[in-house]
């Protein structure tokens, strides 16, 4: 018994002399507790601060996105009188309304000298894929349609039928686009190659495809539209 107690007593002792290291490593571990909890809140502020940061981003990115659509879409409205003809070469002298005058004679459109507003024609850029082209502006919008209309009716258009010598080379009448639709149309076109559409096509400078020769027209007013078409991704 008496034994016992020595024991106990001991243990009672050896408690005694290592609960100050025990209370000590206690206070350690709630001030850690309390610095991680302090961490975590901070970092869910700072995560809360970035989920509001980024729905602001995205916010000035739509506002920046529509303001930049609506500069385009009046760009591109000031040129609907407009009509770009791709395939005649270069010449410094050419009579530019001219040659407007005879694309309409052949494709049964009368285009008179008091239907344009202006015509001249834009030389290549050196060593760029791009031909010399006309830019011919018509006075009233309606009379720019109909010839644009008519010419599907004399389709393909070549050199020889407007009587201009050298070998003959397809000409090619197409609203006149702002640098972003241009852009788009490009897209458009090598998506066609590509079989991802039957057709595309401009009309009064707005882009349209198909994706079969049944369906309805799809307009196409930004890039993005054309990835959701084809399952691409905006990088693409």
Not at 22 to 36: A, C, G, M, Y
Not at 227 to 232: F, S, Y
């Amino acid at each position: 018994m008496m034994a016992q107690r020595a024991s106990v007593g001991q243990l009672h002792d050896l408690v005694q002399a290592i609960q100050p290291s025990i209370d000590d490593l206690k206070k350690r571990f709630e001030d850690k507790i309390s610095t991680f909890s302090t961490a975590v809140n901070e970092l869910t502020k700072i995560q809360e601060d970035q989920k509001i940061l980024k729905e602001k981003v995205k916010r000035h990115s739509n506002d920046i996105d529509n303001i930049y659509d609506s500069q385009n879409d009046l760009e591109q409205y000031s040129k609907n009188f407009d009509i770009e003809i791709k395939g005649i070469p270069y010449a410094e002298s050419e009579d530019c309304k001219m040659r407007i005058m005879k694309i309409g004679e052949v494709v049964g459109c009368e285009v008179r000298d008091e239907d344009l507003d202006g015509c001249h024609m834009l030389r290549k850029h050196k060593g760029g894929p791009e031909p010399s082209s006309i830019i011919t502006r018509f006075f009233i919008r309606e009379k720019k349609h109909i010839l644009m209309k008519m010419r599907k009716t004399r389709w393909p258009l070549y050199t020889k039928d407007l009587n201009i010598p050298g070998d003959s080379k397809q000409v090619f009448l197409n609203d006149h686009l702002t640098l972003y639709n241009r852009r788009i149309l490009c897209k458009t076109v090598d998506l066609k190659v590509r079989g991802k559409f039957t057709s595309a096509w401009t009309n009064r400078g707005k882009i349209f495809v198909k994706n079969n020769a049944n369906d309805k027209p799809i307009l196409v007013r930004v890039s993005w539209d054309l990835n959701g078409l084809c399952g691409l991704s905006n990088e693409n």
